[in-house]
């Protein structure tokens, strides 16, 4: 077990209601989810969507969709809505809309640190890191595989930006831990190093259910409590074309069953795992995301669940994904109206193709964010850190990004017209030909008028030579350094701390999980 400061020893973080805690020189905005004070853009019309929709149920219906538990085969069976060949399970379009339907529009994602909560669904905009890159990389010790001590850094940073609202899985497998033990110190870590609520992996029964009691011994609630207490979420990916394995069907009857979340995503490359057009990639990732769907409401109607739409291309002279494409913000687009259609949580990505931390790795997050943010996006992978299409988590890059989402919440701030803002009192004090420096209202306002930069660099050409002509790159590595130094471990009540640790260290003795390797 990693040594953490004992209860003793740590101190309480300070509010953050100002950009900056005391003492760091990192500009933050005041923590908090965002909320679209605009309509999501369509791409398509209604009756586009409706195309897309009634072709999703002609593909499950017709064509089908393997389930490879059999448990689960069996439940489907019972339900009547569906017919079943070995594994292919095909599904009636009425059985598929029933089930769709009791999904919960919105819902809360609760956090041990109530503070951190935050609602799913609607309007609003949460924002997470990087999550599950084999390996990491920083300008100091390059691109390695990832380890503990790389893994809890990025926990550290994950806590230490208010702009990020949840952690994702791991930021970086910490492949120094066993497979059998690794859920339980990674989630041990993550339950000490973080407040902020917590994602699991679906790899196994048993897995599933470590994590599902670490979940509430750290949220400090009874098992009856935890059913009506999202506070767990699993991402469960497709195996596209229209495959459920074993594992992803285990985690989710385990989490819906108890009321916790499901994100179901299918991982649809236009062009190798879908179609090569848009429209056909979106019309198989509807159907795999609806068969998910559809099968956590058979597990317990009313469960959590949040629309994943992860549709991109590839680079048809290589095969490698591609990421901030022109497609994939179309298919993000798309992916938002289709959620919509639904009527429940939308979950989508920022990401990047880059190898290196680059105008390339700036501009397809750039592209990523504006269309997560313009189509609708409810809960936000990979916001901070994910490069070469997933492979990396980059430290610097994890800077950048923050940077970037604070940007985007800021810029999503309802706009005040109100008399004070509007400032009639000092266009009539500046008078024509004047300027509005030593303008009362400006004095008044200046600290806090517009967006402070993480990275940007804004002096003119002269003040930044004298500086030693800093970059980006330079300037993200010592801003994660210092955010490392800045960071403050979060409280945990002393008996809490004790149950985790006993339940987690009796876990690691009886071996944790089988693994085949």
Avoid at 13 to 26: H, L, N, Y
Avoid at 35 to 60: N, Y
Avoid at 224 to 229: A, I, L, P, Q
Avoid at 365 to 389: D, P
Wanted: proline share 7%; glycine share 8%; hydrophobic share 40%.
């Amino acid at each position: 077990m990693t040594e953490i400061a004992p209860e003793s020893t740590r101190r309480t973080r300070r509010d953050t209601t100002r950009r900056a805690p005391a003492g760091s020189t990192i500009p933050q905005i005041p923590p908090g989810v965002a909320k679209r004070p605009f309509p999501p853009t369509k791409i398509v019309s209604d009756d586009q969507v409706e195309s897309i929709h009634r072709a999703s149920l002609q593909i499950l219906s017709e064509i089908g969709m393997d389930f490879l538990l059999p448990e689960a085969r069996d439940l489907l069976k019972a339900s009547g809505g569906v017919k079943i060949d070995g594994e292919r399970v095909r599904f009636d379009p009425a059985f598929i809309e029933d089930m769709v339907s009791h999904a919960p529009a919105q819902f809360t994602f609760h956090a041990r640190n109530p503070a951190r909560s935050f609602p799913l669904g609607g309007d609003y905009m949460a924002f997470c890191a990087v999550g599950s890159p084999p390996n990491c990389h920083d300008m100091d010790g390059g691109r390695r595989p990832g380890t503990r001590a790389d893994f809890q850094k990025f926990l550290k940073l994950s806590q230490y930006f208010d702009c990020l609202d949840a952690c994702s899985g791991y930021s970086v497998e910490p492949i120094d831990l066993h497979p059998s033990i690794r859920h339980l110190e990674a989630l041990r870590d993550k339950c000490l190093l973080l407040d902020k609520p917590l994602k699991c992996y679906s790899l196994g029964r048993q897995n599933v259910l470590d994590a599902i009691e670490i979940a509430r011994i750290a949220n400090n609630v009874s098992e009856e409590e935890f059913t009506r207490r999202p506070c767990l979420m699993t991402i469960v990916n497709t195996n596209s074309p229209l495959k459920l394995d074993g594992n992803m069907l285990t985690g989710m009857m385990e989490l819906s069953s108890r009321g916790q979340i499901v994100c179901v995503t299918p991982f649809t490359l236009a062009g190798a795992m879908a179609p090569v057009t848009i429209a056909g990639a979106v019309a198989l990732q509807n159907a795999e995301a609806l068969a998910g769907l559809a099968f956590c409401q058979l597990v317990k109607k009313g469960a959590p669940v949040i629309y994943g739409g992860f549709t991109s291309n590839v680079d048809m002279k290589s095969g490698a994904p591609a990421f901030g494409t022109p497609e994939y913000m179309k298919s993000t687009l798309l992916g938002g109206q289709m959620a919509r259609r639904y009527g429940v949580p939308y979950r989508t990505s920022n990401t990047c193709a880059a190898n290196t931390v680059d105008a390339q790795a700036a501009y397809e997050s750039v592209f990523s964010l504006w269309g997560v943010t313009m189509g609708g996006g409810n809960y936000i992978m990979h916001g901070a850190g994910w490069m070469e299409g997933g492979l990396v988590a980059s430290f610097e890059k994890f800077v950048l990004d923050c940077d970037l989402i604070q940007m985007v919440k800021t810029f999503l701030k309802p706009l005040d017209t109100s008399p004070d803002s509007l400032a009639l009192d000092a266009i009539r004090e500046v008078g024509p030909g004047g300027h509005f420096f030593g303008a009362q209202h400006t004095l008044a306002r200046y600290a806090d008028a517009f967006y402070q930069p993480i990275i940007s660099d804004w002096r003119n050409y002269q003040q930044w030579t004298a500086a030693g002509s800093p970059d980006a790159y330079k300037k993200a590595n010592q801003v994660y350094k210092q955010a490392l130094e800045n960071y403050v471990q979060p409280e945990m009540p002393a008996a809490v701390r004790a149950e985790l640790d006993a339940f987690v260290d009796r876990r690691v003795r009886e071996g944790g999980v089988k693994t085949d390797f």
